[in-house]
């Protein structure tokens, strides 16, 4: 028998995918898209402070592309096979638990490993200007390949245990960021009920973050190659042990489990405390069900509106506690460090915004449950209104909520402006983010209904929903920003951040109205032959082919 016979196999199949070769020259890309602009920006500057610029910001934006990879890679290549029953298949033969674990992760990495190739040239670079060591780059690559690999492994794990796709996916998201941000806010802690005190070392070795920043800044403290080399050992050594669980585990998990009678009173409980009694329940059905039939199918749960709330509740406490643990720290800090509240939960609603979007129209669409529903008198206008309508249940109120949050964080920084101009200033921003962060909601939402009739998952017409709402905005007010600072025009502080805001505001709503009138042309025109035909293949793929 060939050794690892499922690794062979699926990197056949990897190695014909057209997104191997198109995911590696997109990460390249953006890497020298991103280092130019960071170049045009430095105008003036000494070459080694440039050089450590650039590899500074090379080097964490591959750390973070690093942690979260394995949310996109590998929280749902197990819980595909789960789902559809063919797991328990594959140990009918003489395969092992690691056969497959293997075998799945040698074909869901390849994509991350090429894409982390293509960074890596380009982290290079800043050695031919100086003020980097070898040794650091050195460091920083081997800090990134462990952080990849701890990602991945993670990401399989969580996939074992779930059956549905998205919730692997936030699941496993969510488990990374708590292992970077967690350390850190453990040793603040820590360092404020020490009255200032160091904290240890060991404290900071699960984080893969304090890893990269010991590979980044040379003068570190503790940055020495021991230090340095116990800590990868121990990331290494987490993604070996997640991967050797998640072989024993896998031949267990394949047979269908009988639930537990405190497992059963769980669900009853959570579902009881998310969606009330059985007769508050059946008024919420009537009641959907009389509004709209599809509004019922796609709001059916009221746990939606509650886990929204729930996310804001515990982000809010966080932030309390952060603040009361840390008053003495935190009004030393920069203003605009009061923004990173409102800053991750506009960017978390967005993001939920395009996943809930999707969800309900890919999946229907992949069961041809959609195209039954088309058979029926409930027509495409009823359906879409159906499903912006629970859209707005579940997101509305919440978006109004961080609104008022917005307008309180305002007010509270009005008390730290020295001038009036500050004070201006401050309106301005708040406001633009405000009409912005409306204008996303009903484009990510339209638009995603869009592409989840014509993506292949609901996944990647989520991933394609906030490239275009939100990253291409962003790339084109980043080249204006390289135009800008190339023809050097003579402008001060405040008229170039007036400047940029009102750009932003107009780009994002520019996009938002393009993409919202482009998604509601087709929806209205295409929807039920989207519904009934297998998705097409994109034109770009033939370019794979001819290469």
């Given at each position: 028998m060939t050794?690892?016979?499922?690794?062979?196999?699926?990197?056949?199949?990897?190695?014909?995918?057209?997104?191997?070769?198109?995911?590696?020259?997109?990460?390249?890309?953006?890497?020298?898209?991103?280092?130019?602009?960071?170049?045009?920006?430095?105008?003036?500057?000494?070459?080694?402070?440039?050089?450590?610029?650039?590899?500074?910001?090379?080097?964490?934006?591959?750390?973070?592309?690093?942690?979260?990879?394995?949310?996109?890679?590998?929280?749902?290549?197990?819980?595909?096979?789960?789902?559809?029953?063919?797991?328990?298949?594959?140990?009918?033969?003489?395969?092992?638990?690691?056969?497959?674990?293997?075998?799945?992760?040698?074909?869901?990495?390849?994509?991350?490993?090429?894409?982390?190739?293509?960074?890596?040239?380009?982290?290079?670079?800043?050695?031919?200007?100086?003020?980097?060591?070898?040794?650091?780059?050195?460091?920083?690559?081997?800090?990134?390949?462990?952080?990849?690999?701890?990602?991945?492994?993670?990401?399989?794990?969580?996939s074992t245990w779930c059956t549905n796709d998205r919730r692997a996916t936030t699941l496993t998201g969510l488990l990374l960021a708590t292992v970077t941000a967690g350390p850190w806010i453990a040793a603040s802690v820590w360092a404020t009920m020490q009255m200032g005190a160091n904290p240890p070392a060991y404290l900071l070795w699960l984080s893969p973050a304090y890893i990269h920043l010991l590979g980044v800044h040379g003068s570190f403290p503790g940055s020495g190659w021991g230090h340095y080399g116990l800590a990868l050992g121990i990331l290494i050594a987490e993604g070996i042990a997640l991967l050797a669980l998640t072989s024993a585990l896998l031949p267990r998990l394949c047979h269908e489990r009988v639930a537990s009678a405190r497992g059963a009173r769980w669900r009853a409980f959570w579902r009881r405390w998310c969606e009330g009694s059985s007769e508050a329940r059946v008024r919420h059905r009537t009641q959907l069900l009389e509004m709209n039939p599809f509004l019922w199918l796609a709001a059916r749960g009221r746990g939606g509106p509650a886990y929204v709330w729930l996310f804001l509740a515990?982000?809010?406490?966080?932030?309390?506690?952060?603040?009361?643990?840390?008053?003495?720290?935190?009004?030393?800090?920069?203003?605009?460090?009061?923004?990173?509240?409102?800053?991750?939960?506009?960017?978390?609603?967005?993001?939920?915004?395009?996943?809930?979007?999707?969800?309900?129209?890919?999946?229907?669409?992949?069961?041809?449950?959609?195209?039954?529903?088309?058979?029926?008198?409930?027509?495409?206008?009823?359906?879409?209104?159906?499903?912006?309508?629970?859209?707005?249940?579940?997101?509305?109120?919440?978006?109004?909520?961080?609104?008022?949050?917005?307008?309180l964080l305002c007010w509270r920084m009005f008390g730290l402006m020295p001038s009036e101009t500050d004070w201006n200033l401050t309106i301005l921003f708040f406001s633009a983010r405000a009409v912005i962060l409306v204008g996303d909601a009903f484009a990510l939402g339209w638009f995603g209904m869009w592409r989840a009739m014509t993506a292949r998952s609901a996944t990647d017409a989520a991933t394609s929903t906030l490239f275009r709402i939100l990253v291409v905005p962003w790339i084109v007010l980043i080249a204006l920003g390289v135009l800008l600072a190339t023809t050097k025009p003579y402008l001060n502080s405040e008229d170039v951040f007036q400047l940029a805001v009102v750009v932003w505001c107009m780009i994002g709503l520019i996009t938002d109205l393009i993409s919202l009138k482009e998604a509601r042309r087709g929806l209205s025109a295409r929807f039920r032959l989207a519904a009934s035909e297998p998705r097409k293949r994109p034109w770009w793929h033939g370019l794979s082919s001819i290469a």
């Amino acid at each position: 028998m060939t050794f690892l016979p499922v690794v062979e196999r699926e990197l056949r199949v990897a190695s014909r995918r057209p997104g191997t070769y198109w995911g590696r020259a997109a990460a390249a890309l953006v890497a020298i898209v991103l280092g130019a602009h960071t170049f045009a920006l430095s105008g003036g500057m000494p070459s080694v402070r440039v050089g450590g610029l650039l590899f500074g910001t090379f080097s964490w934006l591959a750390f973070f592309w690093c942690v979260f990879t394995g949310a996109r890679h590998t929280a749902a290549c197990i819980s595909a096979e789960r789902r559809d029953g063919t797991l328990g298949l594959l140990f009918l033969t003489d395969l092992r638990g690691y056969d497959i674990v293997l075998g799945k992760l040698a074909a869901s990495s390849i994509a991350a490993f090429q894409g982390l190739l293509a960074f890596l040239p380009v982290i290079a670079v800043p050695l031919l200007l100086g003020g980097v060591l070898a040794a650091q780059y050195v460091r920083v690559a081997a800090a990134l390949v462990a952080t990849v690999f701890y990602s991945l492994a993670l990401g399989m794990f969580v996939s074992t245990w779930c059956t549905n796709d998205r919730r692997a996916t936030t699941l496993t998201g969510l488990l990374l960021a708590t292992v970077t941000a967690g350390p850190w806010i453990a040793a603040s802690v820590w360092a404020t009920m020490q009255m200032g005190a160091n904290p240890p070392a060991y404290l900071l070795w699960l984080s893969p973050a304090y890893i990269h920043l010991l590979g980044v800044h040379g003068s570190f403290p503790g940055s020495g190659w021991g230090h340095y080399g116990l800590a990868l050992g121990i990331l290494i050594a987490e993604g070996i042990a997640l991967l050797a669980l998640t072989s024993a585990l896998l031949p267990r998990l394949c047979h269908e489990r009988v639930a537990s009678a405190r497992g059963a009173r769980w669900r009853a409980f959570w579902r009881r405390w998310c969606e009330g009694s059985s007769e508050a329940r059946v008024r919420h059905r009537t009641q959907l069900l009389e509004m709209n039939p599809f509004l019922w199918l796609a709001a059916r749960g009221r746990g939606g509106p509650a886990y929204v709330w729930l996310f804001l509740a515990l982000t809010c406490l966080a932030f309390v506690c952060i603040w009361v643990f840390l008053t003495e720290l935190w009004l030393e800090l920069d203003l605009a460090r009061y923004f990173i509240l409102s800053t991750f939960l506009h960017a978390t609603l967005r993001c939920w915004i395009a996943f809930a979007a999707t969800r309900q129209l890919a999946e229907d669409r992949r069961t041809s449950a959609l195209e039954l529903l088309l058979s029926t008198p409930l027509d495409v206008p009823r359906i879409l209104d159906g499903q912006s309508k629970a859209l707005g249940r579940q997101f509305a109120k919440p978006i109004v909520a961080v609104l008022v949050l917005d307008a309180l964080l305002c007010w509270r920084m009005f008390g730290l402006m020295p001038s009036e101009t500050d004070w201006n200033l401050t309106i301005l921003f708040f406001s633009a983010r405000a009409v912005i962060l409306v204008g996303d909601a009903f484009a990510l939402g339209w638009f995603g209904m869009w592409r989840a009739m014509t993506a292949r998952s609901a996944t990647d017409a989520a991933t394609s929903t906030l490239f275009r709402i939100l990253v291409v905005p962003w790339i084109v007010l980043i080249a204006l920003g390289v135009l800008l600072a190339t023809t050097k025009p003579y402008l001060n502080s405040e008229d170039v951040f007036q400047l940029a805001v009102v750009v932003w505001c107009m780009i994002g709503l520019i996009t938002d109205l393009i993409s919202l009138k482009e998604a509601r042309r087709g929806l209205s025109a295409r929807f039920r032959l989207a519904a009934s035909e297998p998705r097409k293949r994109p034109w770009w793929h033939g370019l794979s082919s001819i290469a």
